[in-house]
């Protein structure tokens, strides 16, 4: 396991947790689940940025490197999504949607290291 798959990990569970919380406790849109959402898109800049850099190094993916970008892209565009989506719909299901992101990008990082070093971690 690398440490950005760890702190990756972290961030998606503290964030969907966050928003598990407050679907049970708010009636609308919570900051503090708006706020993990903002966590996770500052982690997936960290990560691109890290990909880019190695990468540039000349370090290459096991797998394909448009699948993997395709990946980092889909990431990065799935919490704005869902934040627009979040502040559209103020109800409390908006908070229990914004905790699919944390999951869902959850599965995305342990696909991307594995497009990335080529075997599951």
């Given at each position: 396991?690398?440490?950005?798959?760890?702190?990756?990990?972290?961030?998606?569970?503290?964030?969907?947790?966050?928003?598990?919380?407050?679907?049970?406790?708010?009636?609308?849109?919570?900051?503090?689940?708006?706020?993990?959402?903002?966590?996770?898109?500052?982690?997936?800049?960290?990560?691109?940025?890290?990909?880019?850099?190695?990468?540039?190094?000349?370090?290459?993916?096991?797998?394909?490197?448009?699948?993997?970008?395709?990946?980092?892209?889909?990431?990065?565009?799935?919490?704005?999504?869902?934040?627009?989506?979040?502040?559209?719909?103020?109800?409390?299901?908006?908070?229990?949607?914004?905790?699919?992101?944390?999951?869902v990008v959850f599965v995305m990082i342990y696909r991307?290291e594995e497009i990335w070093w080529g075997s599951a971690?």
């Amino acid at each position: 396991m690398t440490a950005m798959f760890i702190i990756g990990t972290v961030v998606c569970a503290a964030s969907t947790l966050i928003c598990w919380i407050m679907t049970a406790l708010r009636r609308h849109p919570a900051d503090s689940s708006i706020i993990s959402l903002a966590a996770i898109e500052l982690f997936l800049f960290a990560y691109a940025g890290y990909a880019a850099v190695r990468q540039s190094g000349g370090a290459s993916v096991t797998g394909e490197a448009w699948e993997f970008w395709g990946y980092v892209l889909t990431a990065l565009i799935l919490p704005i999504g869902v934040f627009i989506w979040a502040v559209l719909d103020k109800t409390r299901w908006s908070n229990l949607v914004m905790s699919l992101v944390g999951l869902v990008v959850f599965v995305m990082i342990y696909r991307l290291e594995e497009i990335w070093w080529g075997s599951a971690l």
